[in-house]
């Protein structure tokens, strides 16, 4: 069930990527913001971008074209509780 409460994030492998992820998001006109990664994800220092739910198949084909390496696409419930998105292989 969606509902406003709900946020978008995409984690990344390294912190530079994720300033370069941001960089390219601003280029294409897609919204990105920088974020903390929630501890509920990673006990470990790292960046995530904040997106929105309409802009994910955009935002995932950038990172295909650019060959952005992210590690996971998430939607963060209104409890807090993260759930994966895109079933990686």
Request: positive net charge; contains cysteine; charged residues 35%.
């Amino acid at each position: 069930m969606a509902g406003n409460d709900e946020k978008y994030i995409i984690t990344f492998k390294k912190t530079t990527i994720a300033f370069k992820f941001e960089s390219y998001c601003k280029k294409e006109n897609l919204t990105a913001k920088l974020r903390p990664v929630p501890t509920k994800l990673s006990k470990s220092c790292g960046y995530a971008c904040s997106i929105k739910k309409d802009e994910l198949d955009t935002i995932r084909k950038l990172c295909i074209d650019k060959n952005i390496d992210y590690s996971q696409f998430y939607r963060i419930d209104k409890d807090g509780k993260p759930h994966k998105l895109f079933k990686e292989a």
